[in-house]
Antibody
Framework: EVKLVESGGAVVQPGGSLRLSCAAS????????MSWVRQAPGKGLEWVAN????????YYVDSVKGRFTISRDNSRKGVYLQMNNLTVDDTAVYLC??????????????WGQGTVVTVSS | DIQLTQSPATLSASVGDRVTITCRAS??????LAWYQQKPGKAPSLLIY???TLETGVPSRFSGGGSGPEFTLTINSLQPDDFAIYYC????????FGGGTKIDIK
């Protein structure tokens, strides 16, 4: 079964840090770009970051550049999101998503259920 | 960034109706457009990619059409399971999503 399971969400104060994890199973993890997408409470979807199969290329939405870092460990079939200097605007459900093919630009054919990040004092 | 504008934001319909949602891109995205369905508390689910290709396992009552800049998602004969929120997404460049269309029961 193809599965993505996120973890690491928590309540954190503004300015704090958090590291999210996504564990993949059921597919050849090292063959796909992986992304993080977030959804603020009651809002739509926002792509946050993605990472190439070998980790050599990473891209971010402007609002998180310099604060968030995406990484992956193909041996562990995991993708991670290190989030620093968090603000209230980062409050959201963070979802891990798999590209449909090995191509850089792709639709997302598999999603995790998400992990909740709440930034509040 | 490429902006996607979905319309309508909310659509009230009945079981058996044919409904169409529109997604307009702020610039050319050729056919690099996907459609997702999301139900409350659940992750999105891919319905259509490359504007008109049905994802495996998705019922044939769903169809996608159009080309830059305007795309459509049509659901023929709406079923009870189809009441949900639908999002378009472009992947011509850094991914962006439309604001969503909620289909509720009339």
């Amino acid at each position: 079964e193809v599965k993505l399971v996120e973890s690491g969400g928590a309540v954190v104060q503004p300015g704090g840090s958090l590291r999210l994890s996504c564990a993949a199973s059921g597919f050849t993890f090292s063959s796909y770009w992986m992304s993080w997408v977030r959804q603020a409470p009651g809002k739509g979807l926002e792509w946050v970051a993605n990472i190439k199969q070998d980790g050599s290329e990473k891209y971010y939405v402007d609002s998180v550049k310099g604060r968030f870092t995406i990484s992956r460990d193909n041996s562990r079939k995991g993708v991670y999101l290190q989030m620093n200097n968090l603000t209230v605007d980062d409050t959201a459900v963070y979802l891990c998503a798999k590209g449909r093919s090995s191509w850089y630009m792709e639709a997302f054919d598999m999603w995790g259920q998400g992990t909740v990040v709440t930034v509040s004092s | 960034d490429i902006q996607l504008t979905q319309s309508p934001a909310t659509l009230s319909a009945s079981v058996g109706d044919r409904v169409t949602i529109t997604c307009r891109a702020s610039q050319s995205i050729t056919s690099w457009l996907a459609w997702y369905q999301q139900k409350p508390g659940k992750a999105p689910s891919l319905l259509i990619y490359k504007a008109s290709t049905l994802e495996t396992g998705v019922p044939s009552r769903f169809s996608g059409g159009g080309s830059g800049p305007e795309f459509t998602l049509t659901i023929n004969s709406l079923q009870p399971d189809d009441f949900a929120i639908y999002y378009c997404q472009q992947y011509d460049s850094s991914p962006t999503f439309g604001g969503g269309t909620k289909i509720d029961i009339k």
